[in-house]
């Protein structure tokens, strides 16, 4: 596993994502294996910065990493996140008690640790607060052991993803032709189109079960939605082949405007329930492949789920029961399929 390629995609993802900026230092210090070195601004005076090193870096030299940034930062205070590649479990499991000691007696509490087994390619440790940027390293991990493991399918490009993406925004723009807006959707064009209305199911249109899941209320439902297929689908395309995968999003879409037709009245709409469906298989992933990606990838799929449950039940007019109907959709079919 190349060290490298961990430390460009962390960077990537932190620039883009995370709203870190990037720096080059010239000079080095013993630990240090990369001259990149990522800085954000905080709240309440602080700044974050991180640097990648290895085990023979000490926090001593925290003071020399401040000391070179403070014409970079904004704040009077400097917190430094080490991500530490390590190739011996054993030297680093030694220095992670220390870190868990250090901690419990409150010496070490802004200090921030991700320790990476080069060996496995997994997380073994990380202090509270770094999230988000343990899931950017697992989903590396994880991509990089599917491809140890040879579960990629031969053509990696995700044509299934593509096609489902185009049928998303050839519908919407139907939808927007009809409506005679490009930014929001006619309510009544979407029931024409297809959209999940109880009575007109009850009637018979069952159709409308699996049609809803390709329209959308507006052209920010359709971003975020195709944003997070994006996200997703390839991976889960890769992993379990292309039937699988799109018979993963098709039940999953259905389980989702099933449980939704039981339990809520309302119009329903939108690709959500099926990504959701998408969570769950990359769910079954972690506990599958949890000895190659590290259980801490696990929590973190899973903590991804809670938080976006949350926010659906906290934003008004989301249909919440077919986010779950789509999740425990995904869930049943990948566990059902997995090989």
Known sequence: MNQDNI????????????????IEFNDSCMGIISPWVLIKQEDMGISRCI????EEYEN?????IKLNLKDYSNTDY???????????????NIKIHNIIQGQSMNNLQMQGYIFLDMNVGKVLYYTSGNEELVSIIGYYLNEYNMKEKNISTKNNRP???????????????????LSGNIIDSNINVLVFLGA???PLIQSGEYYRLLTCTFLHGGIIHLGLNMY????LGPSIESIYGR??????YIISGITSSILSYFLSDSISIGASGAIFGLLGAYLIIAFKLKDQVGKNFVSNIISVIFVNLIIGFSVANVDNFGHIGGLIGGVIVSALVWK
Not at 51 to 54: A, D, H, L, S, Y
Not at 228 to 231: G, K
């Open 7 to 22: 430390i460009k995609f962390v960077v990537e993802n932190a620039t883009r994502g995370l709203g870190y900026n990037l």
């Open 78 to 92: 400097l917190n430094v996140l080490k991500i530490v590649f390590t190739q011996n479990e054993e030297r680093a």
């Open 51 to 54: 640097i990648f090193c290895n």
């Open 60 to 64: 001593i030299d925290d003071y020399w």
């Open 196 to 198: 999940k209305v109880n």
């Open 228 to 231: 997070a297929l994006y996200a």
């Open 159 to 177: 044509i299934l993803t593509y096609i489902l993406i185009g049928i998303n925004i050839f519908m919407y723009i139907i939808t927007a032709l």
């Open 243 to 248: 039937w699988k995968y799109i018979l993963i």
